[in-house]
């Protein structure tokens, strides 16, 4: 699986942003997606994660009632809506596919490249 992220900006504080991650091969269907992030100088974080049959989700404390995942997996695709946005939001996110049940950054399977985030106060 290959993943590819974009989306990312300038955004002033309150504004939203909605992040992208298109995937290729055929059996993306089967994995579950998550997005992480990283500011400068600290380690990444896992922010929202989607089961494979986008039943069920997951939320850092930090982002729950901001942030919304969701997947099309005919698209291949798994998105990041970001709602109200602040500084603490600045930093490069990540996608990340997983067959497996952990959302912890190192039982991913497979890595997009970042898009940066920067949110201006």
């Known amino acids: 699986v290959q993943l590819q992220a974009s989306g990312g900006g300038l955004v002033q504080a309150g504004g939203s942003l909605r992040l992208s991650c298109a995937a290729s091969?055929?059996?993306?269907?089967?994995?579950?997606m998550g997005w992480f992030r990283q500011a400068p100088g600290k380690e990444r974080e896992s922010v929202a994660g989607i089961r494979w049959s986008g039943g069920v989700t997951y939320y850092a404390d930090s982002v729950k009632g901001r942030f919304t995942i969701s997947r099309d997996n005919a698209k291949r695709t798994v998105y990041l809506q970001m709602n109200g946005l602040g500084s603490e939001d600045t930093a490069v996110y990540y996608c990340?596919?997983?067959?497996?049940?952990?959302?912890?950054?190192?039982?991913?399977?497979?890595w997009g490249k970042g898009t940066l985030v920067t949110v201006s106060s």
């Open positions: 091969g055929r059996t993306f269907s089967r994995y579950s």
């Open positions: 990340a596919a997983t067959m497996g049940s952990s959302w912890y950054p190192a039982d991913m399977e497979y």
